[in-house]
């Protein structure tokens, strides 16, 4: 089944502790990328993928690290967080960066910092 | 200026009815998709239409179509037979290319909150 995995799918940690929320596809996706929902801001981009290798920021990156090593999987790396980054966090991935490619969402993550 | 814009909070509809949730969007570019999720209340992000700029016919997809009028910029999701299962929070995307947006991101409007009674 094609789908895009995320784990965990909720997690509960304390201020500066470091954590990783992985995010793996297995549709030989070119394209991927990390968004945040919170209420009263919708959805924003954290950070993107065009490629193996190729990353950048979102709108709004800071207290986050991506990676890009191998085509499926695109973790999401909080070094240091802090209780403004609880949230629910969404992998995507897409074919291409094209307009036209749908991007896929994972199942979510539901992370609380306290 | 908004460039997804969902006017709609809140929608009821009579289960097995027909219900259209509105969403118009502002762009420059000639290129661009228009995207249709759903997020219930266990919240994952499910994909159900997708209509691209240069399509001429409006996208089906079993119960879900999209009315797309580009001079007008409006891509209004329409779902019929609705089911009890339809309860959920409806959002709009649209994605440009690269160039448009950083990182060919989706933006989203801010959703429409759908209820099906019974």
């Known amino acids: 089944e094609a789908q895009v995995t995320q784990n965990p799918r909720y997690l509960i940690t304390v201020t500066g502790k470091k954590l990783t929320v992985t995010c793996s596809q297995n549709?030989?996706?070119?394209?991927m990328s990390w968004y945040r929902q919170d209420p009263g801001l919708g959805l924003r981009q954290i950070y993107y993928?065009?490629?193996?290798?190729?990353?950048d920021k979102g709108d709004v990156p800071e207290g986050y690290k991506v990676s890009r090593k191998e085509k499926r999987n695109f973790p999401l790396i909080l070094e240091s967080p802090s209780p403004n980054q609880t949230s629910l966090y969404f992998c995507?991935?897409?074919?291409?960066?094209?307009?036209?490619?749908?991007?896929?969402f994972g199942p979510g993550t539901r992370l609380t910092v306290l | 200026a908004q460039k997804i814009t969902q006017t709609q909070p809140g929608m009821f509809v009579q289960e097995k009815e027909a219900v259209t949730l509105d969403c118009t969007y502002d762009?420059?570019?000639?290129?661009?998709?228009l995207f249709w999720y759903k997020q219930p209340s266990s919240g994952e992000m499910i994909f159900l239409i997708y209509?691209?700029?240069?399509?001429?016919q409006n996208a089906t997809e079993g119960r879900y179509s999209l009315n797309f009028q580009k001079a007008r910029k409006s891509a209004n999701l329409v779902i019929s037979a609705s089911q009890l299962g339809d309860s959920a929070m409806y959002f709009c995307?649209?994605?440009?290319?690269?160039?448009?947006?950083?990182?060919?991101?989706?933006?989203f409007g801010e959703g429409t909150q759908l209820t099906v009674n019974p």
């Open positions: 995307a649209m994605r440009e290319g690269p160039e448009e947006t950083s990182g060919s991101r989706l933006t």
């Open positions: 995507a991935s897409s074919r291409t960066s094209r307009p036209t490619d749908t991007q896929y």
């Open positions: 993928s065009m490629n193996v290798e190729v990353t």
């Open positions: 549709m030989n996706h070119e394209y």
């Open positions: 209509q691209g700029s240069y399509d001429e």
């Open positions: 762009t420059s570019d000639q290129s661009y998709g």
